[in-house]
């Protein structure tokens, strides 16, 4: 059986598509700074009148930009031409986890000394039980990290 020679360069095809991808994510990449910079510009009349909503809020916001910026990694990682890794994905878990427990926390605090807060049972279970599914999550999640194969710890 003979060949019949394709109408279209697919070598040609193959290497346009693949300029677009990278360029796709040059893009992704170039717009999470922007949204980090712009996150951490608007954090800053935070910065000038301290009192407990604003440091809270300044906190918030700081560990918003690590989350973004680590979603930087799997794109740098892609346009390097290295594997995939799950890395990053794990430490936005974690750092989104540790930031919801400060916020419970915070806001608590805030909450039980703004008003004449009744230390009752039914108040403090639903944040007892919020502190302890992110404390779960956290511990999967390093548990998970600690198991990747060491090569990709390398990698990373």
């Not at 954090?43 to 604003?54: C, E, Q, V």
């Not at 009744?118 to 956290?138: Q, R």
Request: glycine share 2%.
């Amino acid at each position: 059986m003979e060949k019949r020679p394709y109408k279209l360069n697919v070598k040609l095809l193959r290497v346009l598509l693949i300029t677009v991808d990278d360029l796709m994510h040059f893009l992704v990449a170039l717009i999470l700074m922007v949204c980090a910079g712009l996150i951490l510009v608007q954090t800053i009349p935070h910065l000038l009148y301290p009192d407990t909503a604003s440091i809270l809020q300044v906190l918030n916001d700081v560990l918003l930009v690590l989350i973004v910026m680590e979603l930087m990694w799997p794109i740098v990682r892609f346009l390097k031409r290295k594997p995939f890794s799950l890395n990053p994905f794990l430490y936005i878990g974690m750092i989104s986890s540790i930031r919801r427990i400060l916020l419970i926390e915070a806001e608590h605090s805030i909450v039980a000394h703004a008003k004449d807060y009744a230390k009752d049972w039914s108040a403090i279970w639903p944040v007892l039980v919020e502190l302890g599914v992110n404390v779960g999550i956290i511990l999967i999640l390093a548990i998970a990290l600690r198991l990747l194969p060491s090569q990709e710890k390398e990698e990373a």
